[in-house]
């Protein structure tokens, strides 16, 4: 028989329980018991769930209350020294406060999951970090489980990935010295999952899909090694990535199976099948865990089928990786276009497709013939889909040449012209877009959603609140002017919803981070847009100033990467699609009056593949994007860009081949270092390096900002720099807002004075 198992359920439950759960514990409505029982429930339901669909082992561990490396560095109890919580504080306020801080103690660090929009908790090492067995939460769930009568499979996340995705805290110590005693550690609670007669435990590795530095394959033989024994089965799993440049050393691995994502890397099958040892399970990701299309059920057994005939019952059945990156059930979309239903799957009906084929492997495809034959015809409709398929979108990327990415002269000519025309001062101020998003506006905008409120009166709130945050931005003295987003409550739904080509979800939430959850939109067909999306706003923002404007769009790459894209193309043409939509919306914008317009990519960077072998290729289209949605415009006509995050270093290059005149980035927590790169590399464009943290309400110092204007102007030239905050606006209030941008405003005034 061949078996099917999940590597892990979404946790949040199918109406965002776990949410409510958390933020009502957080705003003590409920008492901790109450939170445990709730939590305990949505575990059994997933649990139950699972069984139902006929999945042979269920996975026990993958549950959390905030992230599932937390409940790793809890039960090794490897809590950062820093957080000295006296006797009082029970081990669930010791979880939180690693996770969100405490008064005298920020929280630990959070950083995105490999290229997923999951965040993970950030272990802290130093030499004094001891490994214990310090909590029975895990052990206590697989007796939870069994009681139910589920057969558990146990969850961890492997010890040199635990150690990897963690940092140290303290100088010249490596992280991998504290390898020996993670063992140990493991070694126990192996052992102790054994005794409650637990047959698999899948142990997580994913680090082994990135380029990984050799002292840390080193490890892992070594430490493989070292935890086999009378402990339970290992299923060493991998995901997100290729690992058959490690085929050879994971086949000889002293553990029971290996688990490869045949979703993102199909090709390395083969060399896995080739002498596959006989004493292994080979488990085959072979649903997608990362996106929302439903199988090619045929496709998929045929490749199974091969691996049958040379594995036999060696061979199981899974989901590429966990499902936590997938929502969980389709069936709750009741206003959903019912074609565009017709081609989903989240992750009940995920694993009904692995069910369905281990059916198929262990009883014959006539077996599976009605379910084959569904599939089938979901993939004919989307093929011939008039939804999807538009010929003028095709025809028209068709067209395409050289010429559509190109600006008609280079950078400096441009410079020179902008100059003319905008008669800026030097150190020109501007911030990056939005505004902040008071109750006020929350509350007009959904009673528009919900039709309590007519077009016009929406027109007319939406207008007043654009009217003050102009005369604000007149009042503070800033130079370049923004309409502030109001309208928008997604910087990618709100476009999004504008395009032919998206479709939207009621409840296809995905977790992002402890109770936060995300709905990205679902790219599904050739991108089109019927008419101008922001022309109006803009223009009406602009008609009430003679300080130029912004327009304000998110780009291509950012689209794309926050969104459930299409599989049944390259994302490189859904990105070119996207573009030329944006590339319409630019020219329309300067059509009417604006001679500045900004294009969002705060996601170029994660758009990055795990392996730099394939970062050119990524690079390549994603700057052509970029380029081809700004590059329809007058050399007047100023490009700005905005992207939020450190670490440049390794892509310069292609950010200088966006060739957008301004960029903005994020500088002042990482205390301008970041321009380090752009100096290094000798950025030829103009650069706006935020010079206050918006992340909090903190009041920064004229002088703050003045020290890091200056050490900026060591560097570049002052006709280069921009001065602006770090990011978007939405979250602070207004009082602090006026009040830091009043004093950014006048840290470049008296520096201007100083030229
Ligand atoms: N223009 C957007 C804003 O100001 C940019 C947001 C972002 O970079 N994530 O909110
Ligand atoms: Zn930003």
Known sequence: MILTHNLGFPRIGARRELKQALESFWRQDIDEQQLQDRAKAIREENWLLQKRIGIDLIPVGDFSLYDHMLNMTTLLGAIPARFDLGQQATPLDAYFAMARGTPNQPAMEMTKWFNTNYHYIVPEFDRQTQFTVASTQLFDEIAEAQALGISPKVVLVGPLTYLFLGKETEANFHRLDLLPHLLSAYRTILARIAALDVQWVQIDEPILALDLEEIWLEKLSEAYSSLQGNGPRLLLTTYFDAVDDHA??????????????????????????????????????????????????????????TAQSMLGDRLWVAPSCSLLHCPVDLDLETQLDPEIKSWLAFSVQKLNEITILARGLNQGKAAIQSSLESSAQAKQTRLNSKRIHNPVVQARLKRLTQRDSQRHQPFPQRQLLQQQHFQLPLLPTTTIGSFPQTPEIRKVRAAFRKGQLSHLDYLEAMRAEIREIIKKQEEIGLD???????????????????????????????????????????????????????????????????????????????????????????????????????????????????????????????????????????????????RIASAGVKDETQIHTHMCYSEFNDILPAIAAMDADVITIETSRSRMELLDAFVRFAYPNEIGPGVYDIHSPRIPDTHEMLMLLEKALQHIQPRQLWVNPDCGLKTRGWPETQAALKKMVHAARILRERL
């Open 480 to 626: 370049v002017f923004v309409h502030g987003e109001a309208e928008r409550n997604d910087m990618v739904e709100y476009f999004g919803e504008q395009l032919w080509g998206y479709a939207f979800t009621d409840h296809g939430w995905v977790q992002s981070y402890g109770s936060r959850c995300v709905k990205p939109p679902i790219l599904y067909g050739d991108i089109y847009r019927p008419e101008a999306m922001t022309v109006n706003w803009i223009s009406y923002a602009q008609s009430l100033t003679h300080k130029p404007v912004k327009g304000m769009l998110t780009g291509p790459v950012t689209m794309l990467m926050w969104s459930f894209v299409r599989d049944d193309q390259p994302y490189s043409e859904t990105a070119l699609q996207l573009a030329l939509a944006i590339r319409d919306e630019v020219i329309d914008l300067e059509q009417a009056g604006i001679g500045m317009i900004q294009i969002d990519e705060p996601a170029f960077r994660e758009g990055l593949p795990l392996k730099r072998s394939a970062w050119d290729e990524y690079l390549q289209w994603a700057v052509r994007a970029f």
């Open 248 to 305: 050879e050393r994971l086949k000889a691995l002293a553990v029971d199976g290996l688990h490869i994502d045949l979703c993102r890397a199909p090709h390395q099958l083969d060399r896995f099948l080739t002498d596959y040892p006989v004493d292994k399970i080979l488990s085959l990701g072979i649903i997608d865990g990362r996106n929302v299309w439903r199988a090619d059920l045929s496709q998929a057994l045929k490749t199974l089928t």
